[in-house]
């Protein structure tokens, strides 16, 4: 008689997500550089664009009663943009390649590793390359004396926490995925019109309330108010609840994704 497993039973996580994110590691360093150009060319187009282009014509935007210079403004949200964005692509595509189209986790499984350990160490790798990559923009923001502000170093953690929120959410469409279009629903329903509500281009306070209700409890917005105050060296407003969202949509997120894996697998 088989007993029935619940797919949302607790993580049983161990220390052996290691192995497999040092395997990630190890494949991506073959693949380094134009990964990281092609991370990194993006934002800095939009920055350049935007935040040279229309900052001559703006000029600064108020938030929170503080004129800010829109170059400013704009690298403050878009960095929290990259980060969501190099999470986001590498916990869909690369993972489902691993998963479904090259059936790596399939030959992982066959060590002493388990799949709640799986799952864990994509997610991480996810955050690591969505690390990585905010690290070398801010490299570049610095060198063009956009923000010189110390609080950029506490900014650096919380980049790191927004990668791992936004991993964990792509892991959830990763296990509901049968092919790569499937993320196109998960581009143009969540991701665009959040990148819109939670303050990267243009302040928040412009829009309709309802919707600023809404925009409130996104976790880009979270990460947006957390590190924008830092690059102009002030310290957040409501940084707790902030982090609390963020680690709300982490917490909750990697649960059902992995629950959801479980049970593709089991099936």
Known sequence: MTTHVSP???????????????????????????????NIAEPLIWLVAFGYGMGALV?????EGAEVPYIVFL??????????????????YSAFSRMHVQKTWDGILNA???????????????????IFTVTAILIVMLALGI?????????????LGAGITFSCIALIFNALAKGYDFF???????????????????PREQLPQVVRVVSDWLPLTAAVE?????????????????????????VVAFWIALALTRRRFAA
């Open 147 to 159: 923000s010189a502000s110390p609080k950029l170093l506490v900014a650096w953690p919380v980049l």
């Open 226 to 250: 957390l590190v924008r105050p830092m690059f102009v060296d002030q310290w957040p407003e409501h940084w707790l609840r902030h982090l609390l969202v963020l680690a709300g949509y982490a």
């Open 75 to 92: 690298a403050s949200g878009s960095i929290c943009m990259s980060a969501m964005n190099a999470a986001t692509f590498e916990a869909l």
């Open 8 to 38: 949302w039973r607790a993580p049983a996580l161990s220390l052996r997500w290691w192995p497999v994110f040092r395997r990630n590691l190890l494949v991506w360093r073959k693949l380094a550089i134009p990964s990281l150009i092609g």
């Open 184 to 202: 196109t629903y998960y581009f143009t329903l969540f991701l665009t019109p959040m990148m819109f509500l939670s303050g990267v281009f243009f």
């Open 59 to 63: 000029g600064s935007v108020r938030v």
């Open 112 to 130: 002493p590793v388990v799949l709640d350990d799986i799952v864990l160490a994509e997610m991480l790798w996810a955050a690591y390359k969505a």
